[in-house]
C-alpha cells in the first residue's frame, strides 16, 4: 500500500513537470520595435504602430493572436498594470506595424510595453522582455529653448562650442536632452559624450524640416554642478541651400525631467550661454566638396570641467529662425560600422606619403603623427583611385591640420567625411605606421542582419558587393548614388527609371 502511494506520488510529479515546461509555447519573441525604431527616445507622432519577431525550432509554428500592454511606468508594466493600453487577447497573425489604440498620447508621452502570442496550438508564450518608445517636441509651443550661434562677422563658417554650467538635484526618475541643430552636433556632459552616433543628425532640406534628436542623460547627469557642451559643424547648413540662415551652425536644446509624474523643462539653450571657436573649420561649400582645417593649438584636451574654465568664452547669441516644421529624427543615426588600416604605403619624394586602404569606403579617417613642430601645416588628400600612370589624384578632398606642439597629436574628422581608397599626407618628414592611421566605416546604423548564400560563387560575390556598396551610400539617413551629394530628393533617379508610356 505505501510503495503504491509513493509511485501514485512519483507519477503526479512527473505528471506535473511536464505540464509545467509545455505550459508555453515555443515560439520566442524578440526584437521589439516601435516606428522600426528600437527604443526611440521620440518619435514623431502619437499613433504608433509596434513590431516584433519570432523564433521557434519547431517547424510550421505561427502566430494566432496577440496580446499588447503599454504602461506609463516600468513598475506597472513589470505588475501587468497597463494603465495606457491593453489590447485583450486579439485573433491576428500580424505582427508587422500593428497600430496603438490605447490612451491618446501627447508630445512628450514615454511609456513602457510588451507582448506576448499564441501559436498554432492556442498555447501562449511567455511574455516578451519589456521595450519603451517616448514621443518627442512636436509643436512649437513644446520648445522653451532658443536657437543660439556666434558671431563670426566676415569670419568663414566654423564649428563652435557652446558651454553652459547647471546644478542638479538628482531627485530626477529620467532626464531627456532634446537637441536640434541647423548642421551637425556633438553633445558631452561632464566631459563624456552622450551617445557614439557621429555626423548627426541626418540630412534634411531647412526650408521645410529640421530634425531634432533626443538622448537618455539620466546617467551622465551627477548631483551638484555639471557641465553641458554642444559643439557643432556646418555640414549641410551652409549659405545659399534651401531655407540656411547666414552665420550658422544653429542650435537649440532642452534638458527635461521626469519628476513626479510629469516633464519639468530643466535646462534651456538662451543668451547665457557661453561660446567659443573650437578649432574646427569647415571649407565645404555647394556644387564642391572640401575638408576640415583643424588649428590644433585651440583645441582642448578634453571637455571636463578643468579644461573649459583653462580657456576664454565669448557669449552665444540668440538668433531667429524662420519658421519651419522641427520634428523628432525617425531613422536610425549614423555610427562607425567598421575600422580597418591601411594595407601598404608608398612614398613621394621626402614628405608626402600615399597609403592604400585596398578598398574604397566612405567615412572618417584617424591619424597619429609622429614627433611634429609647432604650427607645422599637414595636408590630408583623398581620392577614389590613381590616375592611368599611378598617380594620386589631387581634388578638393582635403583636410588640414596644424600642429600644437603637443605630445601625441592625432587628428580625426569630426564633421564631414570623405569617399575614398588612396590617402595622401604631406609635409611630414617621417611616415605615420600603417597601424597609427585608421579608416572608419559609416552608415545610418541599420541592422544589416539579413545574408544571402548560394552554390553560386559569382552570385554570392555579386550580393557582396551590392551590398558593400549600399553601406556606403547610407550615411545620413536615406540611399544616395553618390556618397557626398544629391541629398535634397530631387529625384532625378528615380523619374530616369520610371516606365513612361
Given amino acids: 500500500m505505501k510503495n503504491s502511494l509513493i509511485r501514485s506520488l512519483y507519477f503526479i510529479v512527473i505528471a506535473l513537470l511536464v505540464i509545467s515546461c509545455n505550459s508555453y509555447s515555443p515560439l520566442v519573441i524578440s526584437t521589439l520595435q516601435c516606428e522600426d525604431l528600437d527604443n526611440p527616445l521620440g518619435i ?37 498594470k497597463a494603465d495606457l493600453w491593453d489590447s485583450g487577447k486579439t485573433d491576428s497573425e500580424q505582427s508587422v506595424w500593428v497600430l496603438y489604440r490605447g490612451t491618446p498620447l501627447t508630445s512628450k508621452s514615454f511609456a513602457y510595453w510588451k507582448v506576448r502570442v499564441w501559436d498554432e496550438d492556442r498555447i501562449a508564450t511567455k511574455w516578451s522582455d519589456p521595450a519603451f518608445f517616448g514621443v518627442g517636441l512636436l509643436h512649437a509651443d513644446d520648445w522653451k529653448a532658443n536657437y543660439i550661434g556666434v558671431d563670426y562677422g566676415q569670419e568663414p563658417p566654423r564649428s563652435p562650442q557652446f558651454w553652459k554650467t547647471f546644478q542638479w538635484d538628482n531627485t530626477g526618475e529620467k532626464a531627456l536632452l532634446h537637441v536640434n541643430s ?8 561632464n566631459g563624456r559624450p552622450v551617445s557614439d552616433a557621429v555626423l548627426t543628425p541626418a540630412v534634411s532640406q531647412f526650408d521645410k524640416r529640421s530634425l531634432t534628436v533626443t538622448y537618455d542623460v539620466t546617467g551622465l547627469l551627477q548631483k551638484g554642478e555639471n557641465d553641458l557642451v554642444v559643439w557643432l559643424g556646418q555640414g549641410w547648413y551652409h549659405d545659399g541651400l534651401p531655407g540656411v540662415v547666414e552665420g550658422g551652425p544653429f542650435v537649440r536644446a532642452q534638458l527635461e525631467v521626469w519628476k513626479e509624474g510629469a516633464w519639468l523643462t530643466s535646462l534651456v ?12 573649420e569647415s571649407t565645404w561649400r555647394k556644387y564642391r566638396l572640401g575638408g576640415e582645417i583643424v588649428d590644433a593649438s585651440l583645441l582642448l584636451t578634453d571637455l571636463a570641467a578643468a579644461s573649459l574654465n583653462g580657456v576664454e568664452w565669448g557669449k552665444a547669441k540668440e538668433v531667429a529662425i524662420p519658421s519651419h516644421q522641427a520634428t523628432p529624427q525617425m531613422v536610425e543615426l549614423n555610427r562607425i560600422q567598421k575600422e580597418f588600416h591601411p594595407e601598404s604605403l608608398l612614398s613621394v619624394g621626402d614628405t608626402a606619403w600615399i597609403y592604400d586602404m585596398k578598398t574604397n569606403f566612405t567615412g572618417w579617417t584617424k591619424i597619429k603623427f609622429p614627433s611634429l613642430e609647432k604650427g607645422q601645416r599637414i595636408q590630408i588628400n583623398y581620392c577614389d583611385f590613381l590616375d592611368e600612370k599611378g598617380q594620386f589624384i589631387d581634388n578638393s578632398n582635403y583636410d588640414v591640420y596644424i600642429v600644437s606642439g603637443r605630445d601625441n597629436e592625432s587628428f580625426t574628422n569630426k564633421f564631414n567625411y570623405y569617399a575614398y581608397r588612396y590617402l595622401k599626407i604631406s ?32 552570385l554570392n560575390a555579386i550580393h557582396q558587393m551590392i551590398q558593400y556598396t549600399l553601406s556606403c551610400l547610407t550615411l545620413g539617413g536615406d540611399m544616395v548614388d553618390c556618397p557626398h551629394v544629391e541629398r535634397l530628393g530631387y529625384g532625378g533617379d528615380g523619374n530616369a527609371s520610371t516606365v513612361t508610356m
Fill in 44 to 80: 514623431d507622432n502619437t499613433s504608433p504602430y509596434f513590431s516584433w519577431l519570432l523564433q521557434s525550432d519547431k517547424k510550421n509554428s505561427r502566430q494566432t493572436a496577440y496580446q499588447i500592454l503599454v504602461a506609463s511606468s516600468e513598475k506597472l508594466l513589470s505588475e501587468g
Fill in 182 to 189: 541647423l548642421g551637425y552636433h556633438e553633445v558631452y556632459l
Fill in 427 to 458: 609635409n611630414v618628414r617621417k611616415a605615420p605606421a600603417l597601424s597609427d592611421i585608421t579608416a572608419c566605416l559609416i552608415h545610418t546604423d541599420y541592422s544589416g542582419n539579413s545574408s544571402f548564400s548560394c552554390s553560386d560563387d559569382d
Fill in 269 to 280: 539653450t538662451d543668451g547665457t550661454w557661453s561660446a567659443r571657436e573650437s578649432g574646427y
